[in-house]
Nanobody, 126 residues
Framework: QLQASGGGLVQAGGSLRLSCTTSRRTSSSHVMGWFLQPPGKEREFVAAINWYAGTTLYADSVKGRFTISRDNAKNTLYLQMNSLKPEDTAVYYC?????????????????????WGQGTLVTVSS
């Protein structure tokens, strides 16, 4: 139900915008997020957004460089990535949860999300 796209190869310092479309947007999907998984490493939090209020949360490593946003009419989640670094290279996943009551902690927890997209590969060359 979640389809991520927009990955590719980019040079360091460049930009990419990832998209995540939902084939079945549920009114109860209060929070959506992006996670990344570098080769051979664990999946980790990037950013999350409260779908209705627009409140956002970012990992320290991407603050000031990445922006998460959503388009309610298109049921699409975005991740604008600027000033990309080689260490941003990873498969990026979008995720959704029906959990409500936004806070500054649980949206960063991978276990908070029940629905996952298939991932899109971002490769940043030096």
């Amino acid at each position: 139900q979640l389809q991520a796209s927009g990955g590719g190869l980019v040079q360091a310092g460049g930009s990419l915008r990832l998209s995540c479309t939902t084939s079945r947007r549920t009114s109860s999907s209060h929070v959506m997020g992006w996670f990344l998984q570098p080769p051979g490493k664990e999946r980790e939090f990037v950013a999350a957004i409260n779908w209705y209020a627009g409140t956002t949360l970012y990992a320290d490593s991407v603050k000031g460089r990445f922006t998460i946003s959503r388009d309610n009419a298109k049921n699409t989640l975005y991740l604008q990535m600027n000033s990309l670094k080689p260490e941003d290279t990873a498969v990026y996943y979008c995720a959704a949860t029906e959990r409500a009551y936004w806070s500054s902690t649980w949206p960063a927890n991978i276990n908070s999300y029940a629905y996952w997209g298939q991932g899109t590969l971002v490769t940043v060359s030096s």
